[in-house]
């Protein structure tokens, strides 16, 4: 109280000196200076109460917040830096429901819809005076999803050789599972074009069974045909019983005896050989019969042909091309490239089945005769997941890379978009929807089997 006294005679010029003291003293000693001091205190209280409420409003309601910005069809979350106001709370936030956002807990959130800017009024109010709110305006930005701005016309299904834009497998493969989706690329899409990608899966005599998959060359008029064709034909080679059982034979020979047989092993190579060259003539026949070029039925081709002997699963496997093979073993620790790739040695061009060039000498490179006791899984793709997901050759055989891509399998990606190996159910489903994925500048046909 007697410092309230000295402040209002200091704020009239009045010196504070042993004379003021004594005037003080004899105004302390009046009830009712005593009484309207109090007034007085109690009124500074006021004051300063509401300023502080105004003050702190004002702070908040000049604030700039630099909302981020959002991507329509991407799960969103925005948290306001609320600390630096500890008496401001955020009531509502209007607008937001027109983004398909919700605000909670100081957050925004939600999985915005549509690209746009929207206004934004946020309503808030301090601790110590809740029944009166205050408004701010904001805008909230949302950027177009990349993948809107690309069309999906459908392909002309009156077109010969039509092919379905998309296309999924589930199935079981020797004592495993396998999944395989295959969906039309962007570019293709954009315009209306066709799948070039293809596979085919066949569960062969003698307890053996074939994966095939090809990649129509984009520049082949009919690459959805050759494509076809390709994985149709070598699969429809090893339908035949003789050809399997001299494969028995033959791998018998060289796991079940002590010595190495190599003349088995070229035995094996040249079955498989002889598939291949079926295929590429097949190719020939069906390109003279439609009086086009061999060109126009451009594609690669890879495939494994596997089987479960008593001393291990045989895989033999074939590649030409850019796709790869590849086998994972059981504890996933290590990785095998299982097919010669036309990158590196070979570069200079993407080789075809359909090239007279590739029965050279250096075509028994091109096979493998892989035997594992067990494996975790086996893989095979096109370029379309290839190029975006492992981008090097190198990445193929390097266990970390493999494991990135099964954690982005499992949900590990923008879109958390999971293909779940362990409740299968809906697996292919899951697999094609995966394959959705946004990878700038990669928009081509995208095929994945899995045998797991």
Known sequence: MENTIRQILKNHHIQDNKTMDKVISKLLTQTDIQSNIKLIIEAQKTIMHEAII??????????????????????????????????????????????????????IKGIPFESDTYDLNIEFFHTNDEENSEFKKAQLFVNADPKDLWKNIPSDIEAPFHKADEAMFKGSFLDKKIVVASQRGRSHAHEGKFRDDDFAIVELLNSWSIISVSDGAGSAQLARYGSELATQSINEFFKNKEILAELDLELNKIFNKEKEEPESKQNVIKILYRGVLDTFKTLKEKAEEYEVTLKDLHSTLIFALVKKFDFGYIILSFGVGDCPINLINKDFSDVLLLNTMDVGEFGGGTRFITMNEIFDDTISSRFKITRTKDFSKLILMTDGIYDPKFITENKLEDIESWKTFFEDLNGKNDDEAKVDFQNDENIDEQLLSWMDFWSKGNHDDRTLAVIY
């Open 54 to 107: 105004y003050k702190e409003r004002e702070e908040f309601a000049d604030a700039f917040f630099p909302i981020t910005n959002a991507h329509s069809k991407k799960k969103y979350e925005f948290v306001f830096p609320m600390e630096q106001f500890p008496n401001i709370r955020i009531k509502n936030i209007s607008g937001l429901d027109l983004a398909g956002l919700n605000f909670e807990e100081n957050t």
